[in-house]
C-alpha cells in the first residue's frame, strides 16, 4: 500500500520504490540505482527527447574527466561550480599532475575542442548534444531523481553561432523543442526568466522551465542558457567570417535530467500508484482472464487472441494469466500505471465482448472484441493524453496566486506559486525574497493560458513599473 499522495513526501518516497522505478539502498549518498521497470520508463521518455534533439542537433560523447586546468578557466563558471566538483587526484598510488574533475556539466570539456572544429562560418551553426551522467556534491537534501550526486541522465545541448542575436533564435528554438518535449509528458509549466543572481554561472541569461509538485514547492525541469561570447572568449572560439576578420562565437546550451521522470510519476500518480500517458507507458495494456473452474478454455482462447493481437499492433501488452486473485491483478498493474486494462472473463468470452477501462478513471465499459483496432488505440490514447493534461492543469491552478502586496505571501509559500509584479532590481527581489523567506524565480515569459493574471504592473515592493514575477519554494 501506497501513502495517500496528499502526504506527498512519503507517497514519492515509496512509490519510487514499490513501482520499481529505482533502489534507494546503494550505499553512496545522493546515488540510486535504476530498476529494470524504471529504466524503461526512463528509456521511453528519453527516446522522445532524442527525437525533439535529433531534428536539428548532432549526438556526440566527450570524456567524463576534466582538466583542473579547464575548469577553472572561466571564472564565473568555476565560481558556481567548485563547491560541488568531485575531484579526481590519484591514478592508483600516483598522484596526478593536474587534477582531474568529474563534470558537473560540460561546457569546459567540449569547448576546447570546438576551438579546434571551428574554423570558418561555414561550421556554424553548431549544435551538438549529449546524454551522460554528471556528477554533483549536492549540499541541499538528496531524492531519488530530483537532487542527485550523480545525475544519470542528463541531456545537454551546447551550440555555437556567429552572432549574439542567432544564439538568441537558437535559444528561442531550444525554448519551443523543450516545449514540445513538456507537452508530450503532459506536465505543465511555467517558462520564466532567471534573476540576474539566479542564472547559470557564466551565462549571459537563463530560461527555465517550472513546474509545481503536488506539495506546492516547484521543480526545475530544464534550462536554457545564453552564453553570448563569455566562454568563446575565455577559450578562444573564433571563426572567419565571410568578409576575412576572426569573430568570437556566440553560444548557448540546455539541459534537462531525470527531473522529467520525477515530474511525470508526481503530476500524474495518484493514491493507487502511477499513471502514465499512454505513449511513455513500460506496459501499455494488460489482459486479464478471469477464471472459473471449467470455462477455463474460452476465457483463455478470447484472452490470447485480443493479447496477440494488440502485440502485433505494437501495443506493449502483458496477458496476466497467473493464479492470483483478479484484485491482486488490478492492483499490481494499477500500481505499475498500465494505461488499459481489458478484463475477459466466462460472460464475456461467450457473447465475443471484453470490459476495458482506463488506469485514470474509476469506470468500465464493455465493448465487442472486434472494436480492439489500430485505430481505436490511438484514439484512447490521445483522449487519454488530453485527459491528464487537463487534470495535470486544474491541479496546477489550484497552486498558483496572485498576490498585490507581500503581507499573505509568506503562508502560501510551500504551498504553491505566488504570482506578483516585480521591477525586477536585484534591490527589490532581495527584499521581497527577505520579507518572504522564499525565491524569486523570475520573470514570466510564459504560462498555461487558463491563468489570467496582468503581464504589467505595479512592483510590489516599489511600486515603480513592474512585470509579472513569480516565486516559490522550491526542490
Ligand atoms: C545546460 C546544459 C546546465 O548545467 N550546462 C549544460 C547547463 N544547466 S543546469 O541548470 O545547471 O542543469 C540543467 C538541468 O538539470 C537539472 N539538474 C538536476 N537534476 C537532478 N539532480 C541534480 N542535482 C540537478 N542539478 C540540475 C535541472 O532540471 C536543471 O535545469
Given at each position: 500500500m501506497l501513502p495517500p499522495k496528499s502526504d506527498f513526501s512519503e507517497w514519492y518516497h515509496e512509490i519510487i520504490q514499490q513501482a520499481q522505478i529505482m533502489?534507494?539502498?546503494?550505499?553512496?549518498?545522493?546515488?540510486?540505482?535504476?530498476?529494470?521497470f524504471g529504466?524503461?520508463l526512463r528509456?521511453?521518455i528519453?527516446?522522445?527527447?532524442?527525437?525533439?534533439?535529433?531534428?536539428?542537433?548532432?549526438?556526440?560523447?566527450?570524456?567524463?574527466?576534466?582538466?583542473?586546468?579547464?575548469?577553472?578557466?572561466?571564472?564565473?563558471?568555476?565560481?558556481?561550480?567548485?563547491?560541488?566538483?568531485?575531484?579526481?587526484?590519484?591514478?592508483?598510488?600516483?598522484?596526478?599532475?593536474?587534477?582531474?574533475?568529474?563534470?558537473?556539466?560540460?561546457?569546459?570539456?567540449?569547448?576546447?575542442?570546438?576551438?579546434?572544429?571551428?574554423?570558418?562560418?561555414?561550421?556554424?551553426?553548431?549544435?551538438?548534444?549529449?546524454?551522460?551522467?554528471?556528477?554533483?556534491?549536492?549540499?541541499?537534501?538528496?531524492r531519488p531523481l530530483i537532487?542527485?550526486?550523480?545525475?544519470?541522465?542528463?541531456?545537454?545541448?551546447?551550440?555555437?553561432?556567429?552572432?549574439?542575436?542567432?544564439?538568441?533564435?537558437?535559444?528561442?528554438?531550444?525554448?519551443?523543442?523543450?516545449?514540445?518535449?513538456?507537452?508530450?509528458l503532459a506536465v505543465p509549466?511555467?517558462?520564466?526568466?532567471?534573476?540576474?543572481?539566479?542564472?547559470?554561472?557564466?551565462?549571459?541569461?537563463?530560461?527555465?522551465?517550472?513546474t509545481v509538485m503536488p506539495d506546492?514547492k516547484?521543480l526545475?525541469i530544464?534550462?536554457?542558457?545564453?552564453?553570448?561570447?563569455?566562454?568563446?572568449?575565455?577559450?578562444?572560439?573564433?571563426?572567419?567570417?565571410?568578409?576575412?576578420?576572426?569573430?568570437?562565437?556566440?553560444?548557448?546550451?540546455?539541459?534537462?535530467?531525470e527531473r522529467c521522470v520525477a515530474s511525470v510519476i508526481s503530476i500524474h500518480g495518484d493514491d493507487l500508484g502511477l499513471i502514465l500517458p499512454f505513449?511513455l507507458a513500460p506496459h501499455?495494456?494488460?489482459?486479464?482472464?478471469?477464471?472459473?473452474?471449467?470455462?477455463?478454455?474460452?476465457?483463455?482462447?478470447?484472452?490470447?487472441?485480443?493479447?496477440?493481437?494488440?502485440?502485433?499492433?505494437?501495443?506493449?501488452?502483458?496477458?496476466?494469466?497467473?493464479?492470483?486473485?483478479?484484485?491482486?491483478?488490478?492492483y499490481r498493474w494499477e500500481l505499475f500505471g498500465v494505461p488499459?486494462?481489458?478484463?475477459?472473463?466466462?460472460?464475456?468470452?461467450?457473447?465475443?465482448?471484453?470490459?476495458?477501462?482506463f488506469r485514470d478513471e474509476r469506470?468500465?465499459?464493455?465493448?465487442?472484441?472486434?472494436?480492439?483496432?489500430?485505430?481505436?488505440?490511438?484514439?484512447?490514447?490521445?483522449?487519454m493524453q488530453?485527459r491528464l493534461r487537463r487534470r495535470a492543469i486544474d491541479s496546477m491552478?489550484?497552486k498558483?496566486?496572485?498576490?498585490?502586496?507581500?503581507?499573505?505571501?509568506?503562508?502560501?509559500?510551500?504551498?504553491?506559486?505566488?504570482?506578483?509584479?516585480?521591477?525586477?532590481?536585484?534591490?527589490?527581489?532581495?527584499?521581497?525574497?527577505?520579507?518572504?523567506?522564499?525565491?524569486?524565480?523570475?520573470?514570466?515569459?510564459?504560462?498555461?493560458?487558463?491563468?489570467?493574471?496582468?503581464?504589467?504592473?505595479?512592483?510590489?515592493?516599489?511600486?515603480?513599473?513592474?512585470?509579472?514575477?513569480?516565486?516559490?519554494?522550491?526542490?
Open positions: 533502489d534507494i539502498r546503494y550505499p553512496v549518498k545522493g546515488l540510486y540505482v535504476w530498476f529494470p529504466f524503461k528509456n521511453l528519453y527516446g522522445k527527447l532524442r527525437d525533439v534533439m535529433d531534428r536539428e542537433h548532432d549526438e556526440v560523447y566527450f570524456p567524463a574527466l576534466i582538466p583542473e586546468t579547464e575548469l577553472g578557466k572561466e571564472g564565473e563558471h568555476i565560481k558556481g561550480f567548485e563547491d560541488e566538483v568531485y575531484w579526481i587526484t590519484h591514478g592508483g598510488l600516483d598522484e596526478l599532475d593536474v587534477k582531474l574533475a568529474l563534470r558537473p556539466t560540460s561546457e569546459t570539456a567540449m569547448y576546447p575542442m570546438f576551438r579546434l572544429w571551428i574554423r570558418s562560418h561555414a561550421d556554424l551553426p553548431l549544435k551538438v548534444y549529449q546524454i551522460v551522467n554528471v556528477f554533483r556534491y549536492e549540499t541541499k537534501h538528496t537532487r542527485l550526486r550523480e545525475i544519470t541522465s542528463f541531456k545537454e545541448a551546447h551550440t555555437a553561432h556567429r552572432s549574439y542575436e542567432e544564439a538568441e533564435e537558437n535559444v528561442r528554438k531550444a525554448v519551443d523543442a523543450y516545449k514540445d518535449f513538456f507537452d508530450s509549466y511555467f517558462i520564466i526568466k532567471r534573476p540576474e543572481w539566479d542564472k547559470f554561472p557564466g551565462a549571459d541569461y537563463t530560461i527555465a522551465f517550472d506546492g516547484t526545475q530544464g534550462t536554457v542558457h545564453h552564453l553570448a561570447d563569455n566562454f568563446a572568449r575565455t577559450f578562444d572560439i573564433k571563426y572567419e567570417t565571410p568578409a576575412g576578420d576572426h569573430a568570437f562565437v556566440h553560444q548557448t546550451c540546455y539541459g534537462i535530467s505513449h501499455q495494456a494488460v489482459v486479464i482472464p478471469i477464471l472459473y473452474k471449467g470455462r477455463e478454455k474460452e476465457v483463455l482462447d478470447l484472452s490470447n487472441e485480443v493479447f496477440f493481437r494488440l502485440r502485433e499492433m505494437g501495443v506493449r501488452t502483458i496477458l496476466d494469466d497467473s493464479d492470483e486473485r483478479p484484485g491482486a491483478k488490478y488499459l486494462r481489458i478484463e475477459i472473463g466466462p460472460r464475456e468470452a461467450e457473447s465475443g465482448e471484453v470490459v476495458i477501462s469506470m468500465k465499459r464493455k465493448i465487442p472484441a472486434d472494436e480492439i483496432t489500430e485505430e481505436k488505440v490511438v484514439e484512447w490514447a490521445e483522449e488530453e491552478l489550484e498558483v496566486k496572485f498576490f498585490e502586496s507581500a503581507d499573505e505571501m509568506e503562508e502560501w509559500m510551500g504551498r504553491g506559486i505566488a504570482l506578483f509584479h516585480l521591477c525586477n532590481s536585484l534591490k527589490c527581489g532581495e527584499k521581497i525574497e527577505e520579507t518572504v523567506r522564499a525565491g524569486v524565480l523570475g520573470e514570466i515569459i510564459e504560462m498555461p493560458e487558463e491563468i489570467k493574471v496582468e503581464r504589467a504592473g505595479k512592483c510590489i515592493v516599489c511600486g515603480s513599473n513592474g512585470k509579472l514575477n513569480a516565486m516559490a519554494k522550491s526542490y
